[in-house]
C-alpha cells in the first residue's frame, strides 16, 4: 500500500487545537503520504449521544496505520461527565483491544529548556531516558470489585495482574532500547512489598539481562526512584516498569524536563497487527481550551514518534530537529500562540 491511512481522534479542550498543529507539521514533513479520517470522540459526543466508542468505530479505527489522538476529559467541575467514563472506556479501550503493551515515553531536557530542578542537579548534564511503561495488565485492567457498597463497611479491591507473558514482551522492548540507546536499563517496581508481582518482574528482568551482556541493569524501588529523578535524572537511559508506576514516573518525568506541555507519546503494539496510537501526556486542559495559547509540542513530538514507528525515520529526524531549533529560539516568558508554534515548526522541517 502507498499511502497511510491516519486516524485523528482531537478530543475535548485543547486536544482538537494542538492535534491540528501537529498534522500541520505531518503535511509538512510528508506531504500526500496520509490520508486522514477525523472521528468525533470525548466528552462532547458522550453528552450529546451517550456514546463514548462505539464498536463500530473501534472497528474502523483497527483497519487504519496509525492514530493521532490529542486529549480527552470534560471540566473538572463539570459534574454531568463522571470521572472514569472516558479513561475506561475510550483511552484504555483503545490501548487494551489495540495491545498497546510499549507505552513509550521519552523524557528529554532540551537545550534552551528550563527544569524547575536547581542548576547543581541538571547543569552541565544530558537528561535523555525512555520510559517503557507496560500498557495492558497491572492495575488497569480493572480487576477487582465492591461490596457493601456505599456503607461503612465498604470494601474496595483493584488486583494487578501480571502475566509471564505480558511482563516479558515489554522487558524484551525495553533492553532492545537500551541496547540500541545507552546501553542502561532500570527495573523500576516495589518488590519489597509488592512480592508476587515483584517476584514475577525481577525474574523476567533478571532472564532478558542475560541475553544481553553490553546492557547495564539497575533495580529501584518506585519510591526510591522518585528521589533519584528529583535528584539526578542524568543516571537514566532506559526505564522499564508497569502500568501504574509508569502512569506516575511519567508526570514527575515530563515536570523535571520542562513539563508536560513537551512530554510525547507513543501506545504501541510493536507487532504491527493493531495500530498504535500517539499522543501527549498532557490532558485536555479545559481551562485554556480554545483561547490558542496550548503548547502543541508535544503532540509536534508525538507525530514524530508515529513517524518514526511508522518507518520514516527520516522524516522523524526532521521533526524532532525542527522542534528542537524552535525552542532554542524561545525566550522565557513568550507567549507565541499555538498556531504560531505550530507554523513556525511545520515551515522549517
Ligand atoms: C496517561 C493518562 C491516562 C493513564 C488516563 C487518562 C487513563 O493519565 O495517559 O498517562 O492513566 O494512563
Ligand atoms: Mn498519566
Known amino acids: 500500500k502507498q499511502g497511510k491511512d491516519l486516524a485523528v481522534i482531537g478530543g475535548d479542550g485543547i486536544g482538537p487545537e494542538v492535534v491540528a498543529e501537529g498534522l500541520k507539521v505531518l503535511q509538512a514533513v510528508a506531504p500526500d503520504t496520509f490520508s486522514l479520517t477525523e472521528y468525533d470522540l470525548g466528552a462532547e459526543r458522550w453528552k450529546r449521544t451517550g456514546e463514548v466508542l462505539p464498536d463500530s468505530v473501534l472497528d474502523e479505527l483497527s483497519g487504519a496505520d496509525g492514530i493521532l489522538f490529542g486529549a480527552v476529559g470534560a471540566a473538572p467541575g463539570d459534574k454531568s461527565m463522571p470521572s472514569g467514563i472516558l479513561e475506561r472506556g475510550l483511552i484504555l479501550k483503545i490501548r487494551f483491544a489495540f495491545d498497546h503493551y510499549v507505552n513509550l515515553r521519552p523524557s528529554r531536557l532540551f537545550p534552551g529548556i528550563a527544569s524547575p530542578l536547581s542548576d547543581a542537579v541538571v547543569g552541565g548534564k544530558e537528561i535523555d531516558f525512555v520510559v517503557v511503561r507496560e500498557g495492558t495488565e497491572g492495575l488497569y485492567v480493572g480487576n477487582g470489585g465492591v461490596v457493601r457498597a456505599d456503607t461503612p463497611a465498604e470494601i474496595a479491591t483493584e488486583v494487578?495482574?501480571?502475566?509471564?507473558?505480558?511482563?516479558?514482551?515489554?522487558?524484551?522492548?525495553?533492553?532492545?532500547?537500551?541496547?540500541r540507546r545507552r546501553g542502561k536499563i532500570t527495573l523500576v517496581h516495589k518488590h519489597n512489598v509488592l512480592v508476587n508481582a515483584g517476584r514475577l518482574w525481577n525474574r523476567v528482568f533478571e532472564s532478558v539481562a542475560a541475553e544481553y551482556p553490553d546492557v547495564t541493569t539497575d533495580y529501584l524501588h518506585v519510591d526510591a526512584a522518585m528521589i533519584f529523578l528529583a535528584t539526578d535524572p542524568a543516571r537514566f537511559d532506559v526505564?522499564?516498569?508497569?502500568?501504574?508506576?509508569?502512569?506516575?514516573?511519567?508526570?514527575?518525568?515530563?515536570?523535571?524536563?520542562?513539563?508536560?506541555g513537551l512530554a510525547a507519546s507513543g501506545n504501541i503494539n510493536p507487532s504491527g497487527a493493531y495500530p498504535s496510537m500517539f499522543e501527549p501526556v498532557h490532558g485536555s486542559a479545559p481551562d485554556i481550551a480554545g483561547k490558542g495559547v496550548a503548547d502543541p509540542t508535544a503532540t509536534i513530538l508525538s507525530v514524530g514518534l508515529l513517524l518514526d514507528h511508522l518507518g520514516m525515520a527520516e522524516?522523524?529526524?526532521?521533526?524532532?530537529?525542527?522542534?528542537?531549533?524552535d525552542i532554542s529560539r524561545r525566550t522565557p516568558g513568550e507567549s507565541r500562540s499555538t498556531s504560531a508554534i505550530g507554523d513556525a515548526i511545520a515551515s522549517a522541517v
Not at 315 to 325: G, S
Request: no cysteine.
Open 315 to 325: 522524516q522523524a529526524a526532521r521533526v524532532e530537529k525542527a522542534v528542537l531549533a
Open 239 to 260: 526505564i522499564v516498569t508497569d502500568n501504574l508506576f509508569g502512569d506516575i514516573v511519567t508526570d514527575l518525568a515530563g515536570a523535571v524536563t520542562g513539563g508536560i
Open 160 to 179: 494487578s495482574v501480571n502475566t509471564a507473558y505480558g511482563v516479558e514482551r515489554v522487558v524484551r522492548d525495553a533492553f532492545a532500547r537500551a541496547a
